[in-house]
């Protein structure tokens, strides 16, 4: 997107240009080997990261500075989505507690209970990819308001501290970069109930696009029967 | 996930189904010499360009259509949000001032308009309606309006309404010439209603170029629900899979696609002789013409003639008035999201399911001069979370996302005042790819539009609410698809920069082909009047060159 973000930076920037270019990772990350001891017992809402034992996966985590791990519940709509309940994800500026600050943040900012950490981990993926030191400084500075730790803090406290520095281009940065992030992969759009492309399935001419019962139907002057053939 | 996210089968098999039209441009263009000084360069292949082709070519003129986008088609369209921005959207920088809300909100990205073969035409919704008779003549019904700049169109109704008959059988817009209304889909069902609950009488499905039923050689609509991401099926009518191949057909258009304009040339006695643009590779090329007809939307036409000023023409081209980039307007717009007990999945089907037409109507007891349309409009989740609310985030912003199926959405759009302070300049502190002034768009919201807001989205939500809303969300103005004005039509030179044919005052064989020659907005959204203009522009340019007076 070399010739856009600028005009799209309060959008929440442009499509990252990487995960347009590479389709497998565009709403997808890193998903460890199944059945990964403790993997099951662990509840994602909480932000608890399990000790997984990964010693494949490991040495390639060590490379980056910091790694994200956590598990999607088994009960949730995105089991079905995913390969495994276990995921990781690797940071390569951003050390693992930074990621979790920057998580913490977008739950702040976008609190959806039903969306896994999974996806907020996305955006620490995303924001770890442009990484500088004025991002590092607003993740520290978060730490610094919340007294020691923001992830650690209380939700009021967490609020506080986010609604101080709503002017601040860090403030803005994570915020803009969440609307992308959070809102465009394919958890979010089964989490929302969007589906996303229809072309593929026929559209929903004959899938419910007039379904809606709890109305009363407009006359067949105001919306005249679809044309099947 | 990975492996169920882009699935890129068939569609299954329907009946009424016709396979998506193969866009097969560039297998017969003809090719022009840069040096052949009879030919007419249209700049711009959208609504007016695209069109304004087709009809010169079919009345065996000689055509060179410059189209600063590539080609894309119903298969190479993408049904993902931010992607298919990336593909087609207009995304060259700008910049904005003024006081509208969009200079904070999308500070570089005042317009949501296409770079691409088709131009807008791949984008819009498909709402086709005509202008009512008193919109032609604002200055007349509301005298003078203070701020505001109304001035008469230099035409009627009655002039234009055989090239608009014309204009809805080439586009095949439904209730029109037998075509059937599109089926009404779930979002429709809420406007309807609660429209009808509340008095509201012209509540239908809309007047749309998109087929209802197989017509023209395309299928009819499959509910696809993307139609901002250019129609997959074929079925909403735009230049880039109707007009464009049809003028490729009859061996007299020679369309170059990844060709930016830069600049218009002329002659020591006035008039244009040719342009320049920068090709594919970045190289720049000359093209003679006898005629040249600017079409590259309400931004990008003023800029150009800006661009172009010369000796001659020191203010730029065609701009002896003064109104080059004046009067821009993006119509009075605002959308209502509402939040409802049970699942409505707007996304399902056709963006723009349905209208409200009662408001359109002139009625200052209103408290406003002109008229809005209300019209259904959904979202994804891409760009709801984008659009929603710009820079919003907390609790009450998650509570709509977190109930997305339970929304449906609405589009208010109407007549927004003509204000010379609302204009195109160029910005010459920021520089495009080719080193030209990037174009800014400064807008002041006029009392009338803020009234006229107001109004619809009280309007809006009371129909939401007679259909049984929770709660509703008044949505600010997305970045403009209606661009309007900036090179006006009128009646002398002294104040507007165009006749009645898009013909310029100043220079006889320079053309506006596009929404820039609007007078006035009307509360409908443009684009059939756009092509009803090019179709009437067409037999002008013929007729003139028949008899030499070009």
């Given at each position: 997107?070399?010739?856009?973000?600028?005009?799209?930076?309060?959008?929440?920037g442009?499509?990252?240009?990487?995960?347009?270019?590479?389709?497998?990772?565009?709403?997808?990350?890193?998903?460890?080997?199944?059945a990964?001891?403790?993997?099951?017992?662990?509840?994602?809402?909480?932000?608890?990261?399990?000790k997984?034992?990964?010693?494949?996966?490991?040495?390639?985590?060590?490379?980056?500075?910091?790694?994200?791990?956590?598990?999607?519940?088994?009960?949730?709509?995105?089991?079905?989505l995913?390969?495994s309940?276990?995921?990781?994800?690797?940071?390569?500026?951003?050390?693992?507690?930074?990621?979790?600050?920057?998580?913490?943040?977008?739950?702040?900012?976008?609190?959806?209970?039903?969306?896994?950490?999974?996806?907020?981990?996305?955006?620490?993926?995303?924001l770890?990819a442009?990484?500088?030191?004025?991002?590092?400084?607003?993740?520290?500075?978060?730490?610094?308001?919340?007294?020691?730790?923001?992830?650690?803090?209380?939700?009021?406290?967490?609020?506080?501290?986010?609604?101080?520095?709503?002017?601040?281009?860090?403030?803005?940065?994570?915020?803009?970069?969440?609307?992308?992030?959070?809102?465009?992969?394919?958890?979010?759009?089964?989490?929302?109930?969007?589906?996303?492309?229809?072309?593929?399935?026929?559209?929903?001419?004959?899938?419910g696009?007039?379904?809606?019962?709890?109305?009363?139907?407009?006359?067949?002057e105001?919306?005249?029967?679809?044309?099947?053939? | 996930?990975?492996?169920?996210?882009?699935?890129?089968?068939?569609?299954?098999?329907?009946?009424?189904?016709?396979?998506?039209?193969?866009?097969?441009?560039?297998d017969?263009?003809?090719?022009?010499?840069?040096?052949?000084?009879?030919?007419?360069?249209?700049?711009?292949?959208?609504?007016?360009?695209?069109?304004?082709?087709?009809e010169?070519?079919?009345?065996?003129?000689?055509?060179?259509?410059?189209?600063?986008?590539?080609?894309?088609?119903?298969?190479?369209?993408?049904?993902?949000?931010?992607?298919?921005?990336?593909?087609?959207?207009?995304?060259?920088?700008?910049?904005?001032?003024?006081?509208?809300?969009?200079?904070?909100?999308?500070?570089?990205?005042?317009a949501?308009?296409?770079?691409?073969?088709?131009?807008?035409?791949?984008?819009?919704?498909?709402?086709?309606?005509?202008?009512?008779?008193?919109?032609?003549?604002?200055?007349?019904?509301?005298?003078?309006?203070?701020?505001?700049?109304?001035?008469d169109?230099?035409l009627?109704?009655?002039?234009?309404?055989?090239?608009?008959?014309r204009?809805?059988?080439?586009?095949?817009?439904?209730?029109?010439?037998?075509?059937?209304?599109?089926?009404?889909?779930?979002?429709?069902?809420?406007?309807?209603?609660?429209?009808?609950?509340?008095?509201?009488?012209?509540?239908?499905?809309?007047?749309?170029?998109?087929?209802?039923?197989?017509?023209?050689?395309?299928?009819?609509?499959?509910?696809?629900?993307?139609?901002?991401?250019?129609?997959?099926?074929?079925?909403?009518?735009?230049?880039?899979?109707?007009?464009?191949?049809?003028?490729?057909?009859?061996?007299?258009?020679?369309?170059?696609?990844?060709?930016?304009?830069?600049?218009?040339e002329h002659?020591d006695?006035?008039?244009?002789?040719?342009?320049?643009?920068?090709?594919?590779?970045?190289?720049?090329?000359?093209?003679?013409?006898?005629?040249?007809?600017?079409?590259?939307?309400?931004?990008?036409?003023?800029?150009?003639?800006?661009?172009?000023?010369?000796?001659?023409?020191?203010d730029?081209?065609?701009?002896?008035?003064?109104?080059?980039g004046r009067?821009?307007?993006?119509?009075?717009?605002?959308?209502?999201?509402?939040?409802?007990?049970?699942?409505?999945?707007?996304?399902?089907?056709?963006?723009?399911?349905?209208?409200?037409?009662?408001?359109?109507?002139?009625d200052?007891?209103?408290?406003?001069?002109?008229?809005?349309?209300?019209?259904?409009?959904?979202?994804?989740?891409?760009?709801?979370?984008?659009?929603?609310?710009?820079?919003?985030?907390?609790?009450?912003?998650?509570?709509?996302?977190?109930?997305?199926?339970?929304?449906?959405?609405?589009?208010?759009?109407?007549?927004?005042?003509?204000?010379?302070?609302?204009?195109?300049?160029?910005?010459?502190?920021?520089?495009?790819?080719?080193?030209?002034?990037?174009?800014?768009?400064?807008?002041?919201?006029?009392?009338?539009?803020?009234?006229?807001?107001?109004?619809?989205?009280?309007?809006?939500?009371?129909?939401?609410?007679?259909?049984?809303?929770?709660?509703?969300?008044?949505t600010?103005?997305?970045?403009?698809?209606?661009?309007?004005?900036?090179?006006?039509m009128?009646?002398?030179?002294?104040?507007?920069?165009?006749?009645?044919?898009?013909?310029?005052?100043?220079?006889?064989?320079?053309?506006?082909?596009?929404?820039?020659?609007?007078?006035?907005?009307?509360?409908?959204?443009?684009?059939l009047?756009?092509?009803?203009?090019?179709?009437?522009?067409?037999?002008?340019?013929?007729?003139?060159?028949?008899?030499?007076?070009?």
């Amino acid at each position: 997107m070399e010739h856009c973000p600028a005009a799209l930076a309060h959008i929440g920037g442009a499509p990252d240009k990487t995960r347009n270019d590479q389709e497998t990772t565009t709403r997808v990350i890193p998903i460890a080997p199944k059945a990964q001891p403790g993997a099951d017992a662990c509840n994602d809402e909480d932000g608890r990261v399990p000790k997984l034992d990964l010693p494949l996966a490991r040495r390639e985590f060590l490379k980056g500075s910091g790694v994200l791990m956590g598990t999607i519940a088994t009960g949730s709509v995105l089991a079905a989505l995913a390969p495994s309940p276990a995921w990781a994800l690797e940071l390569k500026t951003l050390s693992t507690a930074e990621g979790k600050t920057l998580m913490a943040m977008g739950r702040v900012l976008y609190p959806h209970k039903k969306l896994p950490d999974a996806v907020y981990a996305l955006l620490a993926k995303d924001l770890d990819a442009k990484a500088d030191a004025a991002l590092k400084a607003g993740i520290a500075g978060l730490d610094q308001a919340a007294g020691g730790s923001f992830v650690k803090a209380s939700a009021a406290k967490k609020l506080q501290v986010v609604k101080a520095i709503e002017d601040t281009p860090f403030f803005n940065t994570v915020r803009g970069q969440c609307i992308t992030s959070l809102y465009d992969n394919d958890m979010a759009y089964a989490v929302f109930g969007y589906p996303g492309s229809a072309w593929e399935k026929g559209g929903y001419i004959t899938r419910g696009f007039q379904d809606l019962k709890w109305l009363p139907a407009p006359t067949a002057e105001a919306s005249p029967p679809p044309f099947l053939g | 996930m990975a492996a169920g996210a882009h699935r890129r089968s068939q569609p299954a098999a329907l009946p009424g189904l016709i396979p998506p039209p193969q866009n097969n441009i560039g297998d017969t263009l003809a090719t022009f010499d840069f040096g052949d000084d009879s030919v007419v360069v249209i700049i711009g292949s959208g609504a007016g360009g695209g069109t304004l082709a087709n009809e010169l070519c079919q009345k065996g003129l000689k055509v060179v259509v410059l189209e600063a986008g590539g080609v894309q088609s119903p298969n190479s369209f993408i049904n993902d949000e931010w992607k298919s921005f990336s593909q087609l959207a207009w995304l060259d920088p700008l910049t904005t001032s003024g006081t509208w809300r969009l200079a904070k909100d999308f500070a570089g990205l005042p317009a949501w308009i296409c770079k691409t073969v088709g131009g807008t035409t791949t984008h819009w919704a498909g709402a086709s309606l005509r202008f009512q008779e008193h919109e032609f003549r604002t200055r007349t019904v509301d005298g003078e309006i203070a701020g505001a700049n109304l001035m008469d169109w230099p035409l009627t109704l009655k002039d234009l309404e055989p090239y608009d008959a014309r204009a809805e059988d080439k586009m095949g817009v439904t209730r029109t010439n037998g075509i059937p209304g599109l089926p009404g889909n779930n979002n429709f069902k809420v406007m309807y209603a609660g429209a009808t609950k509340l008095g509201y009488k012209e509540v239908h499905t809309g007047n749309m170029a998109i087929n209802s039923r197989p017509r023209d050689g395309r299928g009819r609509c499959m509910q696809l629900g993307f139609c901002f991401q250019g129609c997959k099926s074929g079925a909403k009518w735009s230049t880039l899979y109707t007009e464009l191949p049809r003028a490729e057909k009859t061996g007299n258009m020679d369309l170059r696609p990844q060709s930016h304009v830069v600049r218009i040339e002329h002659n020591d006695a006035g008039k244009v002789t040719g342009v320049v643009y920068m090709d594919k590779d970045g190289k720049e090329q000359r093209q003679k013409a006898r005629i040249v007809c600017v079409a590259g939307n309400s931004i990008e036409t003023p800029r150009l003639l800006l661009l172009s000023a010369s000796n001659m023409f020191k203010d730029g081209l065609a701009n002896s008035s003064g109104q080059v980039g004046r009067n821009y307007m993006r119509h009075m717009t605002g959308s209502v999201y509402a939040m409802f007990k049970q699942p409505v999945h707007m996304h399902r089907g056709t963006t723009m399911a349905g209208i409200v037409r009662d408001e359109a109507r002139h009625d200052t007891r209103r408290g406003f001069a002109g008229g809005y349309e209300l019209e259904t409009l959904s979202l994804g989740v891409p760009f709801m979370a984008a659009f929603l609310n710009p820079g919003a985030w907390g609790a009450e912003f998650a509570e709509y996302m977190d109930n997305y199926t339970r929304l449906a959405g609405m589009w208010l759009v109407g007549e927004d005042m003509p204000r010379e302070s609302n204009r195109v300049t160029l910005n010459t502190s920021v520089k495009d790819k080719y080193g030209n002034p990037v174009p800014n768009v400064h807008f002041d919201d006029h009392p009338n539009d803020v009234a006229m807001r107001e109004h619809a989205f009280r309007q809006g939500q009371a129909i939401d609410e007679a259909a049984g809303a929770i709660k509703s969300f008044r949505t600010p103005p997305y970045p403009s698809t209606h661009n309007l004005g900036a090179c006006r039509m009128g009646a002398n030179a002294r104040d507007s920069v165009c006749n009645s044919w898009g013909q310029t005052h100043d220079i006889g064989n320079l053309f506006i082909s596009d929404g820039s020659q609007f007078t006035t907005g009307g509360a409908e959204n443009p684009t059939l009047t756009i092509v009803t203009l090019a179709i009437r522009q067409a037999e002008y340019i013929a007729s003139q060159m028949t008899a030499r007076a070009i």
